[in-house]
């Protein structure tokens, strides 16, 4: 069955360059989530879309944008890195709101030297 | 204000002792979800089982049981017979309903399970 895709899988930027990451949900599925893994760390919610609105926001920095396509693909634009920026950043889709399981991606790794 | 604790940080066994990781939570609704996930060395988070605040039954899938009590505030997972296959850092998470957005999750600090041959 096809899964989440992520792209890249690895990134490495230096700082104040800006980052794409690219997020491919399930067929079907039109919800996306976007959470940051820092090292050692649990995943912390960033931004959630549902039908290609925004739907809810966590602790995503102002530097940090993202939108949901028509085609239910999403991408995390990050300005200004910074070292701290520096984390493994999942994608997850469901089909639907509420309570559907959320599917994560294999996540991005991006590396702010 | 909801949280998710796993107390236990890093557990070792050796392969095929049981193992039972432990998962608090604190919500204020009475209507949520509990997640277990797995997260292997390789990165990525695997989903293993949702379960409902209104449904206490244990599950039970191979190797892996579950058992949620609402009066403890607990759901915890055991894997039986464990495998060196299980080394992974799993992660319990909760969901509650917000109106008219979506259910993001609340992870915990996760337990590193490492299973030794």
């Known amino acids: 069955a096809a899964g989440v895709i992520q792209s890249p899988r690895h990134l490495i930027k230096e700082k104040r360059e800006t980052a794409t990451l690219k997020c491919y949900p399930i067929?079907?599925?039109?919800?996306v989530y976007w959470y940051q893994q820092g090292p050692g760390q649990d995943p912390q919610f960033l931004i959630s879309?549902?039908?290609?609105?925004?739907?809810d926001k966590g602790s995503i920095p102002d530097r940090f944008s993202a939108q949901q396509f028509s085609d239910y693909h999403s991408e995390l634009n990050m300005s200004s890195l910074e070292l701290g920026d520096s984390a493994l950043y999942f994608c997850?889709?469901?089909?639907?709101?509420?309570?559907?399981?959320?599917?994560f991606g294999a996540g991005t790794r991006l590396s702010v030297l | 204000a909801q949280k998710v604790t796993q107390a236990q940080t890093e557990i070792s066994v050796v392969e095929k002792e049981d193992v039972t990781l432990d998962c608090v939570y604190e919500?204020?609704?009475?209507?949520?979800?509990l997640f277990w996930y797995k997260q292997p060395p390789s990165g990525e988070l695997v989903f293993l089982i949702r379960?409902?605040?209104?449904?206490?039954q244990n599950e039970i899938s191979g190797r892996y049981s579950w058992n949620f009590q609402k009066s403890t505030s607990s759901f915890n997972f055991t894997i039986t017979a464990s495998q060196v296959v299980d080394s992974a850092v799993y992660f319990c998470?909760?969901?509650?309903?917000?109106?008219?957005?979506?259910?993001?999750?609340?992870f915990g600090k996760g337990i590193t399970l490492s299973v030794r041959p």
């Open positions: 997850a889709s469901s089909l639907g709101r509420g309570f559907n399981i959320q599917y």
């Open positions: 067929p079907r599925h039109d919800t």
């Open positions: 879309f549902y039908e290609k609105m925004q739907s």
């Open positions: 919500t204020r609704d009475t209507t949520y979800y």
């Open positions: 379960r409902n605040s209104f449904d206490e």
């Open positions: 998470a909760l969901s509650r309903p917000r109106a008219g957005a979506n259910s993001k999750l609340t």
